[in-house]
């Protein structure tokens, strides 16, 4: 068996949109922050953070969740390709598809949500639909969590926390931008935590 302390860590990256998260990762890994490497990106659809990932070298694919006849499909398909690059942690970074996870990787799929949890999770929650719920309710705190990913939305064991206050005249624009602020620290963090390092 390999020390993975003396190995980088091999990430599988799913995303759906801009490749923000990616990217904050990427630039942890560059500086000697985290000891990973990203191995294979795959996406749900064709995406700015497809080409911000082909422009940094990565292996990308595109699996398109609408074009899948089911979820079992998809989900075998996604798995194909986290098998094929030898993932030892898949990061969902704005990853909007749902896929069923298999034995194999439970424990080993993380997921960072725009809000402390379980406030604020579930099904077509994600991005300002969450910012906008929390400013609707007139919650003082937010923030974001890391979570471990089972096959419920927004469900599984919480590894890394970290609040941002609610400010007078936020929108859900401005809120965004202060919790991403944390995302940033809290997904790198999270991944250290996972690995035992």
């Not at 990430?11 to 801009?18: I, Q, T």
């Not at 990853?95 to 579930?122: D, Q």
């Not at 401005?174 to 997904?187: G, H, N, P």
Request: with cysteine; proline share 5%; aromatic share 6%.
């Amino acid at each position: 068996m390999t020390d993975k302390k003396t190995k980088p860590l091999r990430l599988g990256v799913l995303l759906s949109g801009g490749g923000r998260t990616l990217m904050n990762i990427l630039e942890y890994i560059q500086a000697g922050k985290l000891s990973a490497e990203v191995v294979v990106v795959i996406a749900s659809r064709d995406c700015k953070g497809v080409e911000r990932s082909r422009n940094a070298g990565l292996d990308v694919h595109i699996v398109p969740y609408k074009q899948m006849p089911d979820t079992g499909t998809y989900s075998a398909a996604i798995v194909e390709r986290l098998d094929a690059a030898k993932v030892d942690l898949v990061i969902q970074a704005g990853f909007l598809s749902f896929w069923k996870i298999p034995s194999k990787y439970e424990g080993r799929v993380l997921n960072i949500h725009p809000a402390l949890l379980p406030s604020f999770g579930g099904h077509g929650m994600y991005g300002h639909h969450v910012h906008e719920a929390v400013l609707a309710a007139g919650c003082k705190v937010s923030g974001c969590t890391v979570h471990m990913v089972d096959n419920e939305y927004d469900h599984g064991l919480i590894i890394v926390q970290k609040r941002v206050p609610v400010l007078d005249g936020d929108t859900p624009d401005t809120l965004a931008a202060r919790v991403f602020e944390q995302e940033c620290v809290a997904y790198p963090e999270a991944i250290e935590l996972v690995a035992g390092r």
